[in-house]
C-alpha cells in the first residue's frame, strides 16, 4: 500500500517535470532559439562571401570540401560538450580526452587492429568521462575543477607513457575514413551526415535527451520527480568523453599519427560552437542543429582567419570573444539593454 502511494506520488511529481521539458522545447525554442540558428546560418553565408571578397579563389568545391572535412572534427567534440552543458556543467577535459583516444588509436590499435581494439580505447575514454561524473554527482566537485583536474591527470599519463614522443601508426580504416570516397563524395562526410541525424535524434526525440533538458532546467524538480540525477551525470560526462576519444582517432586518420597537443585546439571551439548555437550556459536549453551551426560558423572563420596569416593567437582571442559575445547576447540583461535602445532611438 505505501509503495503505491509513493509511485503513485511520483508519477505525479514527474508530470510536471516532463511537461516542462516539452513545452519548453515546443514554445520557448521554436521562437528564439529557431531564430538564433538561422541567423548563426545566414553568418555562415556571409562569411563564405567574405571569404570569396577576400580570396577570389575561395568558395569552390574544393575549399567547401575542406571546410565540411575539418568541420567534422568540431561537430563531434560539441555534440559532447553540447549534452554537458545542456545540463549545466562544461567538460574542460576534452583536450586530454583527445589526446587520449589518439594516442591509444595509433599504440593499441595499430594499422591492423580490429573492431574489440577500437571498442577498448573508447571504454578507456568512457571511463575518464565516468570520473568526472562521479566526481561532480557525488562529492559535489564543480564541473570546472573536476574536469580540469581530470585532464590535466590525463595529459600527465600520456605524456610520462609516452615520454613526448607518441609512436604508432594510423588504422588503415580511420585513413579510409578520412581519405576514401563513396560516389565522389568524402566518407567522412557521409559520416558526419550521419552522425549529425543521430545525434538530432539522441538530443531532441528521446527519453534521454528529454530528461537531460530537465535536469539542467531544475535539478532539484528533476530530482523530487524522480529522475535518477547522479546516473544522468555519469552517463552524459561519459558519452562525452567517448565522443571526445572519437575525435582523436579521427584526427589520427586525417594527421596519420597522434600528438600530445592535438587535443588543444579544441576546447574553446567546443564551447563556442554550444554557445553560438544558442545553448544557455546555466543549462536547460539548446539544441543539436544550434551546434552543428555554431561548428560551421567557427570552421569558415578560422579559415578566413588563417588566409589571412593570423597566428593561433590571435585564433584563440577570437574565439573567445566570439562565446563573450554570445553569453552576453543571451543574457536578459542586455536584451532588455538593446530594447531599450532601440525604442530610444524611436522616439527620438
Not at 30 to 37: A, F, K, M, Q, Y
Not at 102 to 126: S, Y
Not at 239 to 268: H, K, W
Request: a positive charge.
Amino acid at each position: 500500500m505505501t509503495s503505491a502511494r509513493i509511485e503513485s506520488t511520483d508519477t505525479r511529481q514527474a508530470a510536471p517535470v516532463n511537461d516542462v521539458a516539452t513545452d519548453h522545447r515546443k514554445s520557448s525554442r521554436v521562437s528564439r532559439e529557431t531564430l538564433n540558428i538561422v541567423g548563426v546560418f545566414m553568418l555562415c553565408v556571409l562569411a563564405l562571401l567574405a571569404a570569396k571578397w577576400i580570396n577570389p579563389n575561395a568558395g569552390g568545391y574544393q575549399q567547401l570540401e575542406t571546410i565540411l572535412i575539418l568541420c567534422s572534427f568540431l561537430v563531434v567534440v560539441a555534440f559532447g560538450q553540447g549534452l554537458v552543458v545542456l545540463i549545466g556543467g562544461l567538460d574542460l577535459s576534452i583536450p586530454s580526452v583527445i589526446t587520449l583516444g589518439g594516442i591509444l588509436t595509433a599504440v593499441w590499435v595499430g594499422a591492423d587492429g580490429g573492431v574489440l581494439k577500437t571498442c577498448a580505447v573508447l571504454g578507456v575514454c568512457a571511463v575518464v568521462g565516468v570520473v568526472n561524473g562521479l566526481g561532480i554527482g557525488v562529492f559535489k566537485v564543480p564541473a570546472f575543477i573536476m574536469t580540469l583536474a581530470m585532464g590535466i591527470i590525463v595529459y600527465s599519463l600520456c605524456l610520462g607513457a609516452t615520454g613526448g614522443s607518441p609512436n604508432g601508426v594510423s588504422p588503415k580504416a580511420f585513413i579510409w575514413l578520412m581519405s576514401g570516397r563513396v560516389a565522389g563524395i568524402p566518407v567522412i562526410v557521409l559520416f558526419t551526415v550521419v552522425g549529425a541525424v543521430i545525434a538530432f535524434i539522441v538530443q531532441s526525440r528521446t527519453r534521454f535527451g528529454t530528461r537531460l533538458y530537465a535536469l539542467g532546467s531544475n535539478p532539484t524538480a528533476a530530482r523530487f520527480a524522480g529522475l535518477h540525477t547522479l546516473r544522468l551525470t555519469v552517463m552524459t560526462y561519459a558519452l562525452c568523453a567517448v565522443l571526445a576519444g572519437i575525435t582523436g582517432m579521427l584526427l589520427v586518420g586525417y594527421s596519420n599519427g597522434a600528438t600530445l597537443r592535438m587535443g588543444d585546439p579544441y576546447l574553446l571551439p567546443s564551447v563556442a560552437a554550444v554557445v553560438i548555437g544558442g545553448s544557455s550556459i546555466s543549462g536547460g536549453r539548446g539544441s543539436f542543429i544550434g551546434t552543428l551551426a555554431g561548428a560551421l560558423l567557427l570552421t569558415i572563420l578560422d579559415m578566413i582567419i588563417s588566409s589571412l596569416g593570423f597566428s593561433q593567437g590571435w585564433r584563440t582571442v577570437i574565439s573567445g570573444a566570439i562565446i563573450l559575445l554570445a553569453i552576453l547576447l543571451q543574457h536578459e540583461g542586455a536584451m532588455d539593454w538593446l530594447r531599450s535602445l532601440r525604442h530610444s532611438k524611436r522616439k527620438t
